[in-house]
């Protein structure tokens, strides 16, 4: 018997094979393709390039969620279509979102009764929520300054050198000078009292890190909240707090009660939490919460009808999915005060195991502390024989992302490595991670002393004079000197990494 095929039958077969016969030239790059190919081949491509991605189980440069259960998996693919600016076609979840804020704000004891609505809003993350914030803090500082008949062209916003970049963002974007406590060595947070010293009648707030984003500590709220108050009555200002708890704001409810860095001091006005660290849900989500409605300006609330019916937005984009909302919400019920503080406490038992690990090699100073994120944060003692990046470009061999940066000025000297620890990893994977990493120390122990190879490759790289100039004999550096282009080297390197930590 014969068996004939028609072209679109034997096209059908092709679509069944592996997608290479569809990729035996470059992929599409700068142009659309001119033809369509078959879903199958599609998928098979972009599933194979995506493979060269890491493994964001391993990703221990993140705070943002990893892993989440498959219930909720499923609540996200069923509600992936819906556009949350919708809202009068998807009042549910509008009023889930409603019942996320509210939880948040009772959580940082925001003074409304039980029952009552707080003032708040879901975001893409914590950089918009602080967009949100800062924008609110500028137009009240101008209102009130319009009002007195005070110049209104020069705010500024006082934090810590140590602040993640989205508030430099908000500085350049919304034209607010940024004014840095600098930090010093062995002192990686915002100090107090030098932030208040900073405070003029120009400051529109001054922004606290409940969990700074290179060490894990919380800053000190509560000592500003009193320094502030003092600056204020002496000075006849009311300058604010915003509390950035990107991080912290989901784990002090639950594992510190008694700290006091949230609404229970009377001059914070807003905080920002980032849903999508340990919110528990994956990228896409954080929360501005403000004290009260006087806190956040009318004008900044706009009221769209287009679609229906009034919809107060008070965030900087439109559309957006529905999924990380709803997903939230399934967090909130399904753990509950005992399932977050449980998480957390295990987040904190590894993070322990792991600070104790890696203090044990006798090699790395511990740079985090017990009271903060989950994370540990540790610097070589002794960097003459090798570096930070070299001991993280090395765990990479193993699947590990490990961070290492140096610190914002005044500690620029300090070079760090940081693991953040996540629901996901487990005891078993930092026990693995300990021992990946003790095995990297022993193999660069066992390379000659980096001083004289690797010094003459920095000074290749680095010493711009020396070019061109080969037959000249080279000066003698002293082991300092060479020890100084060595580092300066690396810290070239990790400044040109644009994606260091989040
Ligand atoms: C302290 C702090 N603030 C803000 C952010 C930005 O958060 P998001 O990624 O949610 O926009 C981060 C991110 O790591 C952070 O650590």
Redesign the pocket.
């Known amino acids: 018997m014969v068996v004939t095929t028609t072209v679109s039958d034997s096209d059908e077969h092709l679509h069944c094979t592996f997608a290479s016969r569809y990729a035996r030239t470059s992929l599409p790059r700068f142009k659309m393709p001119e033809g369509s190919m078959p879903k199958e081949a599609a998928y098979q491509i972009v599933n194979d390039e995506l493979m060269l991605d890491g493994n964001p189980r391993l990703n221990l440069a993140s ?2 969620t990893t892993w989440m259960e498959p219930e909720c998996d499923k609540l996200i693919m069923d509600s992936i279509n819906k556009n949350y600016v919708d809202m009068d076609e998807y009042p549910v979840t509008t009023e889930l979102q409603n019942r996320c804020v509210n939880m948040i704000a009772h959580l940082f004891h925001v003074p409304v009764g039980d029952d009552e609505t707080a003032i708040g809003v879901g975001t893409v ?4 929520a ?1 967009m949100l914030a800062g924008l609110a803090f500028k137009r009240k500082w101008q209102a009130k300054r319009k009002a007195q008949g005070k110049p209104y062209d020069k705010p500024n916003i006082v934090t810590g050198a140590n602040v ?1 970049v ?1 508030w430099e963002k908000f500085a350049r974007y919304f034209e607010v000078e940024l004014k840095e406590v600098k930090l010093k060595e062995g002192y990686y947070v915002m100090d107090p009292v030098k932030a208040v010293e900073m405070v003029d009648e120009n400051t529109i707030c001054v922004a606290a ?1 409940l ?3 290179l060490t894990g500590e919380y800053e000190d709220v509560k000592h500003l909240n009193e320094l502030l108050t003092e600056k204020n009555k002496t000075t006849g200002w009311d300058t604010p707090i915003h509390v ?1 708890a ?2 912290g704001g989901f784990i002090a409810p639950f594992l510190f009660p008694e700290l006091e860095w949230d609404f229970r001091l009377p001059l914070v006005k807003s905080i920002n939490v ?1 849903g ?2 340990y919110g528990l849900v994956y990228a896409g989500v ?1 929360w501005v919460i403000w004290r009260s409605k006087d806190d956040l300006p009318e004008e900044l609330v706009f009221h769209i009808n287009y679609l229906g019916s009034d919809q107060p937005t008070f965030t900087l984009n439109f559309s957006k999915g529905s999924s990380q909302i709803i997903a939230q919400y399934y967090q909130f019920i399904r753990l509950g005060f005992e399932g977050y503080k449980s998480i957390m406490e295990n987040c904190m038992e590894n993070a322990k195991l792991l600070r104790e690990e890696i203090a044990k090699t006798g090699k790395f100073e511990i740079v985090s502390k017990d009271v903060g994120v989950p994370l540990v944060a540790f610097a070589l003692k002794d960097g003459s024989r090798y570096t930070v990046f070299q001991i993280s470009e090395s765990l990479r061999r193993f699947g590990w992302v490990v961070p290492a940066y140096t610190m914002p000025p005044d500690a620029e000297h300090i070079a760090v490595l940081r693991v953040v620890i996540r629901e996901d990893f487990s005891h078993s994977l930092a026990e693995r991670l300990v021992s990946n990493i003790q095995k990297v120390l022993k193999e660069l122990d066992e390379l000659p002393p980096r001083l004289s190879t690797k010094a003459a490759h920095v000074t290749d790289v680095t010493d711009e004079t020396q070019k061109g100039n080969a037959d000249q004999p080279h000066p003698k550096k002293s082991a300092m000197e060479t020890q100084k282009e060595i580092f300066n080297y690396w810290r070239r390197i990790s400044d040109m990494k644009t994606s260091g930590v ?1």
């Open positions: 705070f943002v993350g914590s950089s918009e602080i993640q989205c890190i969990g700074s984003t950035d990107a991080s980032s999508h660290k954080g989040c």
